[in-house]
């Protein structure tokens, strides 16, 4: 004997009763079998709509209630010969009647009690099971229509019957033994009580309903038909990646449905758990994937955990006090309040101070648990012993669960270490002794990026999504986006890295796509964008609230360099080329630095200093492995390294720069490359990350640009450098005649930085420097005669954009 229970969805419209047909034929073919539907897809939900729309005096139910009569007409005129149709019409229209004079008495009557709610949700199976029977009487599929309320018995709880198994057990035998029929077909959801009053089972009851059908009748398997390929990983609407998983034990199916798995009502398990039944998952719509089995002894795949799961609209209760310490039968009291008004408990913590005790129940029974509680405790309260109870509303609860975590160290500390580096703050944790599930509490808010970083963590086979957002779309902005686009194959197929780009902006718009711009032609996306706001832009970052976001400034702007702050402050990495934020006063610097650490948040800026050189990281790397930097010698401007090395009087010196700012490797001001202010700001910035407190007027600037050239527009500046031609060449017959070359050289010793230019002769290791190179020699405690030496191209747009990405993976990997 065989149970098979198809959703909702499953049975939505003609085209999937077809193909539900199709497997019930299939099935029949092999045994006996029990088949159980819920109502056409959201026909509960339009009646409950319906009926609270009546209570409230709203007369539109009618028209919903034509449409959902209208909808049910219109499958069975699709679904049936025209010569099978009219029994099955009217006997379907005089129940939409029925349902109608209901709604109209909930009208006058301005009530819609829980008994009379059960009454009008029950027609949602009632109708779909006949119809669905009158289809297969006239396919050859013959069956006996069951009523369930006639042998599932429950108890008076309406909304949430409890059923009695007793009498329902010995009913189900009964109907099942005196039946001939091949294929028995039967509502879900409804049930009645003793007096034949109806009742049902609770919202997506219809599982539990094959689940009692079969344990009733010992059935060789109970198959659950929906419309995922299986209970997956985590729940498919929250992360794409979620994956099916093959076999599950009882306990960990019912934990993780507890928890909010929807795809199985909790109560389900329990009486297929008893009799050792096997339970599929299956897809309606892909009937050739696996799915899921649930079972007694499930396999062990490899990973410490089988799924995660999340419930939302949760409230923490919390009960504080000086006088609960040690006091046996505070608790007691705590839970006989809640138990004495039906408030359900869905997790308990208490720290072993026993100062507090913390319970999550159902946001909509907060307000009746506080009365409760506070009545329960009003004497300790009054005393001043206890304080009121405090309720705290917008909570989840999410939750991992697997029978392997009890075997597996670490658990715990890889799920809140994954949380904390997403700055998802825990309110309450909860472990039962079992192992089997460990449940945090958290903002609702948090919820998507919490399972999705936890579904990044525990399963493997799973990559890691990295959200990025570029502000700057210019030559380095174009050239990170082509890298981004050229490499995303690598990148998933070595690092299990996903980079999506969903928010780009320059200075007039900005574009943002969840699912990741299709870079191939950023440029159309972004123009047909919204107008540019920098705060917009951060605002709706922030709420986006990603996972794993990095934000990437290939700017050179100030205002966009303030941000930083709002962002780090919410567990999002920073990457910037921009100079401006590490190169402000040192306590801005330093806030940064801090907020990083505070918040978990990556702030990487190694194209601050020679591009996409290891500069900043070796300094790093050297601090951390406990080396001291005690001098750094560098020539840090590419673009004065370009223009000295091409610049030999023969063309003027305002030409090169004019060329040096055509190839990209200029700011976008010359005269902040020219003045040595950039220069200045790069040793700056170098000493900060070697441990000093410097600050720019701390530098010490010999510039060799005449004052005249500084004023005014970039125009005049070039203009005015051709009037100067003289002293430039001066500059350079000076060092050649020498033999030497012009180099403009940042040298940083003891606290005390000085940029400027110089003669170098050939033996120093600045003299063959080439194009647009930059080189920097650190000598330290442990590089003391020899030091170590970086070097190579310290400009373009390429390397920049190149050394941002590079950063940006960095980011992924705090
Ligand atoms: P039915 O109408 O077939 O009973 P439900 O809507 O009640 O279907 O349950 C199936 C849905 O449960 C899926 O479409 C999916 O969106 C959701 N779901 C939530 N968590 C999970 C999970 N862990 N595995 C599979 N589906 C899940
Ligand atoms: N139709 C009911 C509901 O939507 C029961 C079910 O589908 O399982 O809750
Ligand atoms: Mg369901």
Known sequence: MFVLKFGGTSVAHAENIKKVTAIVRAKAATGKTIVVVSALGGVTDALLRCGTLAAQGDATYKESLQALTQRHLDTIRELLPLTAQSGVLSRIMQQCHEVEDLCNGIFLLGEFSDRTKDKILSFGELLSSQII?????????????????????????????VVDFKTTNEQIKQLVSNSQAQVLLAPGFVAANEAGVTTTLGRGGSDYTAAIFGAAVDAEEVEIWTDVSGMMTADPRLVSNAKPIAQISYQE??????????????????????????????????????GTVIKAEAEQNGNTIRGI??????????????????????????????????????????ASSEHSICVGVDELLASRAKAAVDNAFSYEIEMGKVNPLVVENGLSIIAL??????????????????????????????????????????????????????HEAFFETTYKQLNVYIIGTGNVGGKLLAQIQQQAGYLQQHLRLQV?????????????????????????????????????????????NLRNS??????????????????????ISVVACNKIACSSPYVRY????????????????????????????????????????????????????????????????????????????????????????????????????????????????????????????????????ERQEPHFKALYEAASKEGKKLKFVAHYQGGKAKVGLQHIDPAHDFFHLYGKDNIVLFYTNRYTDQPMVVKGAGAGAEVTASGVFADIIRAARI
Not at 411 to 423: H, I, L, P, Q
């Open 253 to 290: 199916a019912m934990e993780l449905s507890h928890f909010g798995a929807k795809v199985i009502y909790p109560p389900t398990i329990q009486p297929l758990l008893q009799k050792n039944i096997p339970v599929w998952v299956k897809n309606t719509f892909a009937p050739q994937d696996y």
């Open 133 to 161: 029977a009158a289809f297969w009487a006239a396919t050859e599929l013959p069956c006996q229509w069951v009523d369930s309320r006639e042998v599932i018995r429950t108890d008076s709880q309406f909304t949430r019957a």
């Open 309 to 350: 799961s999340s419930i939302n609209k949760i409230a923490l209760l919390s009960l504080e006090g000086s006088s609960m310490v040690g006091i046996p039968g505070f608790s007691k009291r705590l839970f006989e309040a809640l138990a004495a008004n039906s408030i359900n408990v869905i997790l308990i913590t208490q």
């Open 500 to 544: 999506r780009v969903v928010g780009l902006a320059n200075s007039r718009k900005m574009v943002f796509n969840d699912n990741g711009l299709e870079l191939g032609n950023w440029q159309e996306q972004l123009g047909n964008g919204e107008p540019m706001s920098l705060q917009g832009y951060v605002d709706i970052i922030r709420q986006k």
């Open 550 to 571: 990095v934000f990437v400034d290939v700017t050179a702007n100030a205002d966009v360099a303030g941000v930083y702050d709002q962002l780090l402050e919410r567990s």
């Open 401 to 454: 669960v697997g029978d392997n975590m009890k075997s597996h160290a670490g658990t715990s500390g890889k799920m809140f270490g994954a949380m904390g580096r997403n700055g998802v703050n825990i309110r309450a944790i909860a472990q039962g002794s079992s192992e089997r599930n460990i449940s945090a509490v958290i903002a609702s808010s948090d919820v998507k990026k919490a399972v999705n970083v936890l």
């Open 590 to 721: 330093r806030k940064l630095k801090d907020l990083s650490r505070e918040y978990n948040a990556a702030f990487h800026f190694e194209t601050n200093v020679g591009a996409s050189l290891p500069i900043i990281g070796t300094i790093n790397d050297l601090l951390r492995s406990g080396d001291e930097v005690q001098k750094m010698q560098a020539v840090l401007s590419g673009t004065l390294n370009f223009v000295f090395n091409n610049y030999d009087a023969t063309r003027s010196f305002a030409q090169v720069v004019r060329d040096a700012q055509n190839e990209g490797y200029t700011e976008p001001d010359p005269r902040l490359d020219l003045s040595g202010t950039d220069v200045a700001r790069k040793i700056m910035i170098l000493a900060r990350e070697a441990g000093e407190q410097l600050e720019m007027e701390d530098i010490t600037n010999v510039s060799f640009m005449p004052e005249s050239c500084m004023q005014g527009s970039v125009e005049d500046f070039y203009a005015e450098m």
